[in-house]
């Protein structure tokens, strides 16, 4: 059998004066951060992925009406491209969210029971 490797390292975490995470960075056997940075309604607009120093993955995001509408990733080269359309209840919230993913498309509902 071969040898056990353990790795040991701690995570740094940063929050801003809103109390959102805006950076975690994997300090130790590994070198790993990530960034994060949210618009005024405290809605993640933009996460940045680094390894040993260079981006890995950059992600954006982007709303509608509080709700996520679409979001694009570059991920070691590969675009992604991600859109959102929901449909709601007669409480405005969300009961199917239809994500099409690079053409794909993925549908998940939810019931909501209201007492």
Same mark, same amino acid.
């Given at each position: ?41 405290? +809605? ?7 390894? +040993? ?10 709303? =509608? ?31 199917? +969210? =239809?994500? /099409? /993913? ?14």
């Amino acid at each position: 059998m071969g040898e056990l490797t353990t790795l040991s390292f701690s995570t740094l975490l940063k929050y801003d004066e809103r109390n959102n995470l805006t950076n975690s960075h994997a300090v130790g056997g590994m070198n790993f951060e990530r960034e994060y940075a949210y618009n005024k309604s405290n +809605q993640l607009i933009l996460s940045v992925h680094k390894a +040993q120093g260079q981006i890995t993955e950059r992600t954006e995001y982007f709303y =509608e009406n509080d709700h996520l509408s679409r979001l694009i990733s570059n991920d070691n080269g590969k675009k992604h491209k991600v859109t959102f359309l929901y449909k709601f209840d007669h409480y405005n919230n969300w009961v199917e +969210q =239809e994500k /099409i /993913i690079n053409g794909k498309i993925f549908i998940r509902r939810r019931i909501i029971t209201y007492y």
